[in-house]
Nanobody, 125 residues
C-alpha cells in the first residue's frame, strides 16, 4: 500500500490542525489505519487508529479527547483532526496501514505493515 500523508505545519498552542493520508494500491476498505508520531530524540509512538469498518477506534491517552480519527472509504483516505494542540504534540506524524478486517484497530507498530513518509507538525508555545 502506498500512503501519502499531508496537512502538517506550524500552529500555536491551543490551535487545531488536520492531517490526511491517501492510500492506494490495495482495497482501502479492508485496511485498518493508524497514526503514529515521532518527536525529536524520542521513539515513535502510537497516536490513534481505526479499523477497516470504522467501528473501532483507539487513542493514546495523551491525545484522547483532543484528537479524532476517521476514514472515508469512498475516497481511500484517513484523517486525523487535532484540536487544542500542545507543544508536546510536536512530531513527525506517520500514517500506517494494517492488512485485514480485524475488529480491533490496533495500537502496536508491529500490527501495521505499510507506512507513509511522515508529515511534520510543529506546535509553538
Amino acid at each position: 500500500v502506498q500512503l501519502q500523508a499531508s496537512g502538517g505545519g506550524l500552529v500555536q498552542a491551543g490551535g487545531s490542525l488536520g492531517l490526511s493520508c491517501a492510500a492506494s494500491g490495495r482495497t482501502f476498505s479492508s485496511l485498518g489505519m493508524g497514526w503514529f508520531r515521532q518527536a525529536p530524540g524520542k521513539e515513535r509512538e502510537f497516536v490513534a487508529s481505526i479499523n477497516w469498518s470504522g467501528t473501532s477506534r483507539n487513542y493514546a491517552d495523551s491525545v484522547k479527547g483532543r484528537f479524532t480519527i476517521w476514514r472515508d472509504n469512498a475516497k481511500n483516505m484517513v484523517h486525523l483532526q487535532m484540536n487544542n494542540l500542545k507543544p508536546e504534540d510536536t512530531a513527525v506524524y506517520y500514517c500506517a496501514a494494517r492488512f485485514g478486517t480485524y475488529l480491533s484497530s490496533g495500537r502496536k507498530e508491529g500490527q501495521f505493515e505499510d507506512w507513509g513518509q511522515g508529515t511534520l507538525v510543529t506546535v509553538s508555545s
